[in-house]
């Protein structure tokens, strides 16, 4: 497959998926009150949202980012992975009630299961939502410079 289609595929995907999260980020927030902690399930509630959003703006941007083939794959996988890993964690927490890594939002300290389940979604969607955001403003920084230079007037003349 030709690297451009490649990332214009990516980048139709992301704003799908991103539309899917935005989309189940509205429905958690339907049940807030009905879960074991509601803060928590607010916060589910934002983080698709927020979440959601943040596919789709990438993805609409995706073109604009000037990677290798195989970092554009990696970028899009941790973004993806990060973004529904971490709803995904969050709503585990209002659920349960667990999450003693997110007390601010209420989370209490649950069984040995859950709470190794919720801190190593935490723990790796933070690493990985990182990663996007250094590899996506080296990319973009790369496509900035080089519309710089075909700007530039030649000096030369």
């Known amino acids: 497959m030709n690297p451009l289609d490649a990332q214009q595929r990516q980048s139709n995907l992301l704003i799908f998926l991103g539309s899917i999260l935005f989309l189940l980020g509205l429905i958690v927030g339907l049940f807030v009150q009905n879960m074991t902690n509601p803060r928590m399930a607010l916060s589910a509630h934002l983080e698709g949202v927020m979440n959601g959003m943040l596919l789709i703006v990438l993805g609409l941007i995706w073109p604009k980012i000037l990677l290798t083939a195989r970092w ?86």
Not at 90 to 110: C, D, N, R
Not at 121 to 136: D, E, F, Q, R
Request: glycine share 10%.
């Open 72 to 157: 554009l794959i990696i970028t899009f996988r941790l973004v993806l992975f990060g973004t529904y890993a971490n709803i995904t964690a969050v709503f585990i927490a209002a659920v349960t009630g667990y999450g003693k890594m997110m007390p601010i939002a209420g989370g209490l300290e649950g069984t040995a299961f859950w709470e190794s389940a919720i801190s190593l979604l935490l723990i790796t969607l933070s690493l990985a939502m990182v990663a996007v955001g250094i590899l996506v403003l080296l990319g973009f920084y790369k496509y900035m410079h080089q519309q710089e230079t075909k700007t530039l007037p030649n000096m030369s003349d």
